[in-house]
Each structure stands twice: as C-alpha cells, then as structure tokens.
C-alpha cells in the first residue's frame, strides 16, 4: 500500500475527484468540502484548505482508502465502491498524526473496521442515516413563505443557531461571536408565516449534482404545526429547480420522528454512517 498525503487541494482534487463521485450523495461531507476548497471562494475558519489533511492510500490497481479532515472537525473516509481494505486502513492509521485521530465520520461498516484496526477505545456519539431526495413528496403542503435569511435576522438566528447546537449535541458558538453569524446565516432560509419566522434550514454543501440540507430548526413554540416539514420540503424544491438532480441530508437514528418526517416528504435511505470519539 502506498500512503500519499497532499498539501495542494487542487492535488487531492486532480486525485480524488472521480473516485469519490463513485457515491456523489453518500460523500457530501467530502465532496461538498473538496469543492469549497477547490474554489477557493470560502476561506473562513476550518474552510481554509491550507489547514488540511488530505490523504490518499492506493496499490497497483489504484485508489483504495481516501482521507480528509478539516480541523477540528472529524476525519472523514470513503472506501472505493464502499470496498473495505484493512491494509489501507491500517496504512492510513501508521501515517497519520494523532491529531487526526481522535474522531471520525463515515459509512459504518468502514467505521467498524478502522476502529477495529485502531484497536483503541472508542464512544459511538452518533448513530446517523443518510438520506437522499430526488422529487418532494406532494403531500407536504405548502405553509407561509421560505425566503432567504438576512442581516436583519441576526436577532433570532443566532440563538436559534445555538439552540440546535445544543439539540444535537454540538458545541454552541459565542452569542458575540459577530462575524460567525455572520458567515452562517448567507446559508439559511426562514420560514416565516403570517409575517414571523417559525422555521429555519440550510444549504450546508452543494456538489456537482447534489447538495445538502442540514441546520432544520424549529423553536419549541412552533412545533408540531409542520413548520420543519413545510420548510425542508420547500428548500428542496427550490434546490431541484436550480438543477439539483438530489437533496441529501444526515439524521441521528435515536430521533425516529425526523426520520419519519423526512421519509414522508419524500427522502429515502441510502446509508448508515457513524460518529466516532476516540478516547
């Protein structure tokens, strides 16, 4: 096995690009990130590609284990054709810093087998299903108006930004913060009906046939009116008539009721990924 580890984005996309388009929807995290950085257009914070650990591992017959991490985030992995390969993994594992070994976000079963290999004690912090959207279901109805966010709701979106944070179990960010708010909300829509906002989501990656939706949050005054549902069907039907052939999002499989939420807006499952701590 041959280790090979970039420090040019435009390298590891010249690599990478073909191979991960293999799965367009499943790599989202990759693909969607490998673009950012091979446009150069979004540099702030952990999107600056100078920052990166890019890495490939291959034999005679070519790419076998692709490796990106965009610190702090979690290192992410895709196996050629979801092909699992213990020598790369465990090739990828010898070369790695151990900076870039404390947590991890892929298919399952490659999860599995790299934590297995790494033989270190490990916490299942997330147990997630991707999910992929090709035509919005029309039994969702339409509620209010989805509009793109603005300055002007800086504030509530910042708290509602931190308040999924919390739902789901990531670290909030400052309130004063200013600029992070800032860069988050050009993302977002709002749901706003009869003149007030009741919903939220975003775009969160967008590659060459498909992007991403994530961020969906409904203040807890608003819930159970289908708001969530109106907006995330409205987002992606918006997405699919700018030229996206799919939506694909990521669910946490202790909530069984978004995932029957989006099921019935018209998402199905391709995927089982895991998140991974290393102790």
Known sequence: MVYKQCQDVKEFYKDTYDTLMLHEAQNKIILGNLLTGYKGEDKFGWRDPANWMMATVSDTSGIKLIALRTPPMNLTLYATNNEINEKAIACLIDNLEPEHKTSLITDKELCKCFCKVMNKNYTLTTDMRIYELTEVSDDIPKIGELRPAKEDDLYFFAYWLNNFNVDVEHTPADL??????????????????????????????????????????????????????????????????????????????????????YMKIGFTPIADSWEVRFE
Do not use: W
């Open 176 to 261: 004063n913060d200013i600029e992070n708010y800032l860069h988050a909300i050009k993302r977002f829509h709002i749901l706003e009906v009869d003149g007030k906002p009741v919903s939220m989501a975003n775009v969160n990656r967008t590659m060459q046939n498909v992007c991403g939706i994530a961020g969906v949050y409904t203040p807890p005054f608003y819930r159970g009116r289908g708001y969530a549902s109106a907006t995330v069907a409205e987002l992606c039907r918006i997405q699919l008539q700018k030229g996206f052939t799919k939506c694909v999002l990521y669910t946490d499989l202790a909530n069984p009721t978004s995932n029957s939420i």
